[in-house]
């Protein structure tokens, strides 16, 4: 462990062993909990900032690879904290135009052609369906169409919740954009 009285460049050699050493391992830790590859990354890059400014500070870790993990761990629950569970129903937009899946299905009782497009974007999002990874269907189907819980299904499935969000969430967006598409074309 180096003596808090080390030199700037010290220091930087220090971070970077400490980099070279432990970055490929803390990575794929990452990555095993983190799906979203550029969230991953964000972790990653969070915890070597908290290791440059520990030492800019003067607050050297005893244990650095199992300092950076434990910050890894860290960083990832706070991410899983920040998302939320989301849902077709959930309003999204842009341009302050917030949609949700209800204003995309058109009201059977506004005639023929409103009653064709909701069967052609009930039958899209049947197709999206069956086209998501079954991990990601499945989640989805269970939560959003079945009710259940996602702690229901964590104790289920041995499958931690924060997975569970996260591949619901991968589902909706992916459901939206599909929905999103086809309700455009109709509307042209």
């Known amino acids: 462990m180096p003596s808090p009285d ?10 970077a062993e400490a980099f070279e050493r432990d970055e490929s391992r803390l990575r794929g830790f990452i990555r095993k909990r ?3 590859t550029s969230d ?30 434990r910050v890894a761990r860290n960083r990832i629950t706070d991410l899983f904290r920040r998302q939320k569970a989301v849902s077709l129903n959930d309003a999204v937009g ?16 506004a005639g023929p052609d409103a009653v064709y497009a909701r069967n052609v974007l ?4 049947e197709e ?6 079954a991990n990601q269907r499945e989640v989805f189907v269970a939560h959003e169409i079945l009710g259940r819980s ?3 299904l964590s104790e289920e499935t041995g499958t931690s919740v924060n997975t569970l969000l996260s591949r619901k969430r991968y589902a909706v967006l992916a459901l939206r954009e599909r929905l999103q598409e086809i309700h455009e074309e109709l509307g042209k």
Do not use: C, H, N
């Open 122 to 125: 009930l039958e899209e999002l």
């Open 6 to 15: 080390l030199t700037v460049s010290e220091q930087d050699r220090f971070i």
């Open 40 to 69: 991953a990354e964000d972790v990653l890059q969070d915890v070597f900032y908290e290791l440059i400014q520990a030492y800019r500070m003067m607050k050297p870790a005893e244990q650095m690879t199992a300092w950076l993990f």
């Open 34 to 36: 983190v799906l979203d």
């Open 150 to 152: 996602f702690k229901e």
């Open 128 to 133: 999206a369906l069956d086209e998501l990874p």
């Open 94 to 109: 842009e341009d302050g135009e917030a949609l949700v899946f209800e204003d995309l299905l058109p009201s059977p009782e």
